[in-house]
Nanobody, 121 residues
Framework: QVQLVESGGGLVQPGGSLSLSCAAS????????MGWYRQSPGKQLELVAI???????NYADSVKGRFTISRDSARNTEYLQMNALKPEDTAVYSC???????????????WGQGIQVTVSS
């Protein structure tokens, strides 16, 4: 089994910072892409950030300049540093990976359970 365990969520005031981490374990040969999605009530699932195995990153326009995604490939771990948080950032954040179980295997997507981030005064 492949498991993704998230940590670091919580409650912060507007303008504050939080750092999320997601550690993947299990039958993983290689991880191609790692990223974070978020969803809040009444809103569609939104891709927040993604980082490729080569280190290329993409961000949602709403978080550019405030969030930074990074990865530690040796530990199959990804991070999301969130700065200058806004109330509209409140959501359940879920990490995901696109990974191969074998050298020539197909890519599969795996999801974490989701972690709550609340930005409120």
């Amino acid at each position: 089994q492949v498991q993704l365990v998230e940590s670091g969520g919580g409650l912060v005031q507007p303008g504050g910072s939080l750092s999320l981490s997601c550690a993947a374990s299990g039958s993983i040969f290689s991880i191609v892409n790692m990223g974070w999605y978020r969803q809040s009530p009444g809103k569609q699932l939104e891709l927040v950030a993604i980082i490729s195995s080569g280190g290329d990153t993409n961000y949602a326009d709403s978080v550019k300049g405030r969030f930074t995604i990074s990865r530690d490939s040796a530990r199959n771990t990804e991070y999301l540093q969130m700065n200058a948080l806004k109330p509209e950032d409140t959501a359940v954040y879920s990490c995901y990976i696109e990974a191969r179980a074998t050298t020539l295997g197909s890519l599969h997507v795996y999801w974490g359970q989701g972690i709550q981030v609340t930005v409120s005064s």
